[in-house]
């Protein structure tokens, strides 16, 4: 058996059994629920039965072994729709629509792994068994390009609160800085999904991430269309339990910090102001 093909499972080891039949390629893995879901909930993208979310997983895992979640939405779809977006001879309209539809096959990923409770509804027929998201859920879109992707997030998710963060960027030092946050105290939501369509040197990020986790939200996700790998390792180095959902990874930051290829503004573009500032 090519030793190769097993990927390697950071568990307890008393908790894994391997087994080959018949010296054929088959492997038997019998391994203890607790220890082996939280490598399954980052390496496999169906299952035949629903999971408790992320926030359970992350109370069983010692804090060195938390790591940064990303997830690349890759799919035919994503690609065609990412390279319209970055055209620019894009609309404004055009692009606003086009940052709408990358944001809902964003939200449909970040949000696989939501609690459930039970709920009873009577059909016209009968009665039926079902399910009921049972976790609050608070938006937070960063101002101001982050306010473009709110809308297509509350079509999926109407009951969800919406809590702003305004934070720029300092063109002399590329660092975020915070020029609005209300955010009620004493009364955390259980999922904050931070909203903003560019993940370039990860300032903003990890200001949101940290202001969010003071605020007591234990599960924190971020939303981007398109990231750079220089705010990725950032974020992997200081934003240990976050959930990064990306469409696409650039090749790098130009000496600007500007993503490339990238899209250009995505607040100009998305609220049509290129060229007026």
Sequence with gaps: MDRSAILPIAVDRSAIQLTVVDRSAILRIVVDRSAILPFLRSNVGSRSEPLPSANSFAKKIPPYERIMKLQIIEHPVVRHHLTHLRDRHTSPEQFRSIVGRLTNLLVFRATEFLELRERQVQTPLTTYDGSELSQSIGLVPILRAGLGMIDPVLSLLPTAEVW?????????????????????????????????????????????YHTLKRWGVSQVKLLSIISAPEGIDRLKQECPDLEVYVCAVDQCLNQRNFIMPGLGDAGDRIFNTAGHE
């Design 164 to 208: 702003h963060l305004g934070l720029y960027r300092d063109e002399t030092t590329s660092r975020p800085v915070e020029y609005y946050s209300k955010l009620p105290p004493g009364r955390p939501v259980d999922v904050a999904m931070v909203l903003d369509p560019m993940l370039a040197t990860g300032g903003s990020a990890v200001l949101a």
